[in-house]
């Protein structure tokens, strides 16, 4: 049992909502009418507020603008077909980004602020959930050192956020990728398993270079051979080969453990596949793809739930698929989505009420 949290609520005078065609918006651009907000700071979590949407000021030495202790979660939040708001699996999120938060030495949210205030602020905002296929509220935790000093050390203090943005699809057309043989995301012993911002900046360059040769985004390869592979731009990776879903496995620290690819796990062993989660090479792809066996690819992630490879190039060699006659990850999206918008029952415990 937790506590309930003193939470401040300061209501918005008037609603945005008005302005805003929230079936029609581009992913992350507009916000709904409040922000929830608290700050740590001499060993604990204080002044938790959820206050109308506002800028936020604060010093140029600002340690997070300098040296990166910052992280994030997504999460989405669906109508049901009666107009019930639900959240898909915050539990998950608010466990790894606790994880998040460790691997970069900050503190720990506790789970009255982190989920009781995610769950309040959704209640306010609950309006701005968009009741249409492919739409939801994208749900935007963050924590950011704040203390004013250039000095390289952990920050004393921070402020911990939540933002919502309502969204439509995201990538919803197939990506053609690069297999990456010279940039690395993430090695053994660094951060890859960490939801920190630095993560993206990183991913920057390599993406850029490879949008320039007109890929959409890269497949991170280790960091010592740029051979296994381990993720897709910023979603996991899945091999449909023969009957078998083949995913990274996350044990070296690379990879992010994806709530969308364990629900992903989940549903392929539902439908009969078997499940492999282990090393997987650049040659074994390409093996599989020459014998006729590497029959699907796609990403999986919150924003975008499961996106569509219809080409991958490593090195000389493409690899092109009629991604028309898939099946498995089709059926795949369908069965989330059933499960996300209330369709079907929720088998799993996967959806939070609001
Ligand atoms: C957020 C993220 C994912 C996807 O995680 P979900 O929980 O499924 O949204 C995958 N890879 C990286 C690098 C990410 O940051």
Redesign the pocket.
């Known amino acids: 049992m937790t506590t309930e949290t003193d939470i401040k609520i300061i209501k918005a005078q008037t609603s945005k909502l008005k302005n805003v065609n929230i079936e029609n918006v581009p992913f992350g651009k507009y916000f709904t009418d409040h922000m929830l907000e608290a700050d740590y700071e001499n060993g604990e979590w204080k002044n938790v507020v959820i206050k109308p949407y506002q800028s936020l000021t604060f010093d140029p030495s600002m340690a997070s603008l300098h040296y990166g202790q910052a992280i994030f979660e997504?999460i989405k939040a669906y109508k049901d077909p009666n107009g019930n708001p639900f959240i898909f699996r915050p539990i998950?999120?608010f466990k790894?980004f606790n994880v998040s938060a460790e691997r970069m030495q900050m503190p720990t949210v506790p789970e009255e602020i982190f989920m009781d205030g995610m769950h309040k602020l959704i209640a306010l905002d609950k309006d701005w959930i968009p009741a249409m296929q492919d739409h939801s509220l994208y749900i935007r935790p963050f924590m950011f050192s704040t203390d004013h000093l250039i000095g390289v050390r952990p920050s004393d203090t921070y402020k911990f956020m939540i933002i919502l943005s309502p969204t439509g699809p995201y990538y919803n057309v197939p990506m053609k990728i690069y297999v990456e043989e010279k940039y690395t995301?993430a090695a053994p012993g660094g951060v890859?398993f960490s939801?920190n911002a630095g993560?993206?900046g990183g991913s920057m360059y390599a993406t850029a270079l490879a949008r320039k040769h007109g890929y959409d985004q890269v497949l991170w390869t280790d960091a010592f051979e740029h051979k296994t592979l381990q993720?897709v731009g910023?979603?996991?990776v899945f091999f449909i080969i023969g009957n078998t879903a083949v995913t990274p496995s996350l044990e070296d620290g690379t990879?992010?453990?994806?709530?969308?690819?364990d629900s992903a796990i989940t549903i392929l062993k539902e439908m009969g596949l078997n499940i492999e989660e282990r090393k997987i090479t650049v040659d074994e792809l390409m093996e599989a793809h020459k014998s006729g066996n590497l029959k699907e690819v796609f990403g999986?992630?919150?924003?975008a739930t499961i996106s569509l490879i219809k080409e991958l190039k490593y090195k000389d060699y493409t690899m092109q698929f009629n991604i028309d006659e898939w099946k498995v990850s089709k059926e795949l999206k369908n069965r989330i989505d059933n499960i996300r918008y209330g369709k079907v029952a929720d088998d799993y415990g996967w959806m939070y009420k609001v």
């Open positions: 997504g998950d999120n790894r995301r890859g939801k993560n993206y993720e910023t979603m996991n990879i992010l453990a994806g709530v969308t690819r999986t992630g919150t924003a």
